[in-house]
């Protein structure tokens, strides 16, 4: 059984940066892919980013582009994703995922979740 833990989130203005880590119980993360997930108030849980198990691969969608940045660190199995520029509509709670091929993550079918952190964005 893997665990992810997210931190990081937190209240900031328009222009800020975060920087959201994702640790995992185990060293899941360095045979896995992994990404990130946000829901909004009264809205879907979307995609954000995602890497694939070497961390050769990363994929954003593309309100993010430019702005987010997803890495990870086996060695010490976490993720990160660093957020500049953010926007009031990045306001959401934040999710990581792990498990499977970067097919799976991308699709949002991972077998572990985190329980999330909140980021909110005033304007």
């Known amino acids: 059984q893997v665990q992810l833990e997210e931190s990081g989130g937190g209240m900031l203005q328009a222009g800020g940066s975060l920087r959201l880590s994702c640790a995992a119980s185990?060293?899941?993360?360095?045979?896995?892919?992994m990404g990130w997930f946000r829901r909004a108030p009264g809205k879907q849980r979307e995609f954000v980013a995602a890497?694939?198990?070497?961390?050769?691969?990363?994929y954003y969608r593309d309100s993010v582009k430019g702005r987010f940045t997803i890495s990870k660190d086996n060695a010490k199995s976490t993720m990160y994703l660093q957020m500049d520029e953010l926007k009031p509509e990045d306001t959401a709670v934040y999710y990581c995922?792990?498990?499977?091929?970067?097919?799976?993550?991308?699709?949002?079918?991972?077998?572990?979740w985190g329980q999330g952190t909140q980021v909110t964005v005033s304007s």
């Open positions: 185990v060293r899941a993360s360095s045979s896995a892919a």
């Open positions: 995922a792990a498990g499977g091929g970067i097919r799976t993550v991308l699709a949002g079918e991972s077998d572990y």
């Open positions: 890497i694939s198990w070497s961390a050769s691969n990363t």
